[in-house]
T-cell receptor
Framework: AQSVTQLDSHVSVSEGTPVLLRCNYS??????LFWYVQHPNKGLQLLLK??????LVKGINGFEAEFKKSETSFHLTKPSAHMSDAAEYFC????????????FGAGTTVTVRA | GAVVSQHPSRVICKSGTSVKIECRSL??????MFWYRQFPKQSLMLMAT?????????EQGVEKDKFLINHASLTLSTLTVTSAHPEDSSFYIC??????????FGAGTRLSVL
């Protein structure tokens, strides 16, 4: 079985300050992990992915995430928030035996204050 | 990244009518596509897995006669909501899986049934 817990339902930051979105996963096998972003009334855009290569993963728009097996975490960070980062963020896990199914976290809403 | 086109982006229909939603992978072939439903302020719920040339696999609790899926080619899957009712109003999102097992999402379809 696989599951994802996003520890914060809502994160509010000031523009120019760091962003941290926390995600813990549960998987019986070696997982693949993803972060997707969704802007209002839009589909999901892939920010970055971890698929058993380097544990520090760099994505688009300045985001990065670190896979920590000992902590079963995959937190998403960005050093300096931009107004355009305001959106919903989903942490997603995929693992065998259902290697095609994604399990989504509940999502974290990010607001950015000017 | 890969592009998935979903059409229409928004549809309003009368109760009892059927609505077809298209999902196309524009720059890659997808033997497998997925259909999700998203309720307001919630995460994505997988409805069904669409396999090219074969029957779709539905998740538990999803009525296959209500939500008809056709995956006639490697780049197109359609979801038809038959005899739509107000409770079917929702945001429907498709995704297509590439040959590296990464899912790319469409922009979603907002269905409103009057």
């Amino acid at each position: 079985a696989q599951s994802v817990t996003q520890l914060d339902s809502h994160v509010s930051v000031s523009e120019g300050t760091p962003v941290l979105l926390r995600c813990n996963y549960s998987s019986s096998y070696s997982p693949s992990l993803f972060w997707y972003v969704q802007h209002p009334n839009k589909g999901l855009q892939l920010l970055l992915k971890y698929t058993s290569a380097a544990t520090l993963v760099k994505g688009i728009n300045g985001f990065e995430a670190e896979f920590k097996k000992s902590e079963t975490s995959f937190h998403l960070t960005k050093p300096s928030a931009h107004m355009s980062d305001a959106a919903e963020y989903f942490c997603v896990v995929r693992s065998p035996p259902n290697d095609y199914k994604l399990s989504f976290g509940a999502g974290t809403t990010v607001t950015v204050r000017a | 990244g890969a592009v998935v086109s979903q059409h229409p982006s928004r549809v309003i229909c009368k109760s009892g009518t059927s609505v077809k939603i298209e999902c196309r992978s524009l720059d890659f072939q997808a033997t497998t596509m997925f259909w999700y439903r998203q309720f307001p302020k919630q995460s994505l719920m997988l409805m069904a897995t669409s396999n090219e040339g074969s029957k779709a696999t539905y998740e538990q609790g999803v009525e296959k006669d209500k939500f008809l899926i056709n995956h006639a080619s490697l780049t197109l899957s359609t979801l038809t909501v038959t005899s739509a009712h107000p409770e079917d109003s929702s945001f429907y999102i498709c995704s297509a899986r590439d040959n590296k097992n990464i899912q790319y999402f469409g922009a979603g379809t907002r269905l409103s049934v009057l």
